[in-house]
């Protein structure tokens, strides 16, 4: 099947996989960071999104089989996200600037989608 075609078809069912784990997490983080620490910037809202297409296009594109039962890997993709909003949150307003955190944020989730994608095997289904 065409690689497009995978992509359109699971990633209806895969997003919300991700979304809740990492929303879990980042949404309250962020808010709290608009509050009292500053200002919550769009790259950091990306992270909701950005990293579940990093990660559903190297399994499309990947070139690698994998079964149904890797899509669990969305759910832990969601808990990196969820897991980097606290140093995100932490080092507001220290002596890094709020594009610098956020694009790093935002750049370590879409990391640690791909390295999900390159370490975890084909799991059985």
Known sequence: MEPLLIFLEIAPIIYPLYLIPAAIGTVPALVLLKR?????LPTDWLVLIIPVVVWLAAMALGGRAKSLSNLIEAMYLGGCA??????????SGR????RVLSTA???AVCVAGL????LVPALPE
């Open 95 to 98: 002596r890094w600037s709020e």
């Open 36 to 40: 009292r620490r500053g200002k919550a």
């Open 105 to 107: 944020f935002l750049t």
């Open 115 to 118: 390295l999900l994608w390159a």
């Open 82 to 91: 969820s897991l980097l909003a606290v140093p995100r949150y932490a080092f």
